[in-house]
């Protein structure tokens, strides 16, 4: 009974570790999520051109992933880079 329940807890750690661990797509996604946060702390609505602008339109070119010379937020898979990927996995493994 007691290998058992040891199996079990052993079972249930290693899902949860396992569950922990992102793929390089998922921490993609981290990575934008935070870089559109930080651009949306300055008080400003249009990080990226799907994002909404305070009356509630989309805003496209306004935003500044689309304006040249100013805030370069992350938007999309394809600007966060497989460097960014990997520092991002040594800042945040536990």
Request: with cysteine.
């Amino acid at each position: 009974m007691r290998k058992l329940l040891s199996f079990f807890v052993l079972f249930i750690f290693m899902g949860t570790a396992q569950a922990a661990v992102l793929n390089d797509e998922q921490v993609r996604q981290q990575i934008i999520q935070s870089s559109i946060s930080d651009y949306l702390a300055t008080g400003h609505p249009c990080a990226c051109p799907y994002n909404l602008a305070r009356n509630g339109s989309l805003c496209g070119g306004r935003s500044a992933y689309s304006r040249p010379g100013g805030a370069s937020p992350l938007c999309y898979t394809k600007d966060v880079s497989d460097k960014m990927v990997a520092e991002w996995r040594e800042n945040n493994s536990h």
